[in-house]
């Protein structure tokens, strides 16, 4: 990824500049990200890419979605026992 250029705000230059020594990075929440160096100051920079992805993230959404399923099924039982 180090051959794409990659532009990022550069807080102490105070404007947007090119990253060089690109690195993709994956947060602990499950977004992507990259970080690097400015090209002009040396700063390290750091850009929050858009959207979650990723194994964990996906983990995530299939135990919710089984959660749900349980719950729903869950709620069904007991209407009926209501109802009887």
């Known amino acids: 990824m180090s051959e794409e250029k990659m532009t990022a705000r550069c807080m102490k230059c105070k404007d947007t500049k090119e990253m060089k020594d690109v690195e993709e990075v994956t947060m602990k929440n499950g977004r992507q990200a ?25 983990e995530e959404v299939e135990e919710k979605t089984e959660e749900t399923e349980g719950e729903a099924e869950e709620e069904d039982s007991e209407e009926d026992e209501e109802a009887a």
């Open 34 to 58: 990259v970080r690097g160096v400015c090209s002009e100051c040396g700063t390290k920079m750091f850009k929050i890419l858009g959207g979650k992805s990723g194994k964990k993230v996906d």
